[in-house]
């Protein structure tokens, strides 16, 4: 991570949409063993609001108010705005990138 591990994401909340994922669906987010679809990866930059009709495919959501939460490689937790700009949400999913935008993201 020559990015540094304050500026890589590893985790963070799946974009959700109710009319696709339902207690019998694994549409888009199969369990981690049985793979298939890449369900279980997010290489996205959108950050959304989770509802119904959302562009859930690869993309970050959360019904928080504020933003959604994500896990970085130094054991941090943070809060990302869904207003965050575009560049500094490729950056911070990208480990080896050296884009300068990540350090927008605190």
């Known amino acids: 991570m020559t990015d540094g591990t304050s500026h890589t994401v590893l985790m963070g909340e799946k974009a959700y949409d109710t009319k696709v994922h339902t207690a019998t669906s694994w ?18 930059v ?5 509802g119904i009709g959302i562009d859930y495919k ?6 928080h108010a504020s933003g959604i939460v994500f896990g ?11 207003n965050v700009n575009v560049a500094a949400m ?10 300068v935008e990540a350090n927008e993201i605190q």
Do not use: K
């Open 46 to 50: 959108l950050l959304l609001s989770d």
């Open 27 to 44: 549409h888009w987010d199969e369990p981690i063993f049985t793979g298939g679809q890449g369900g279980t990866s997010r290489n996205g």
């Open 72 to 82: 970085f490689a130094d054991g941090s937790v943070r809060l990302i705005d869904r």
């Open 58 to 63: 690869q993309n970050w959501g959360s019904a």
């Open 90 to 99: 490729l950056a911070v999913v990208t480990p080896d990138r050296g884009e």
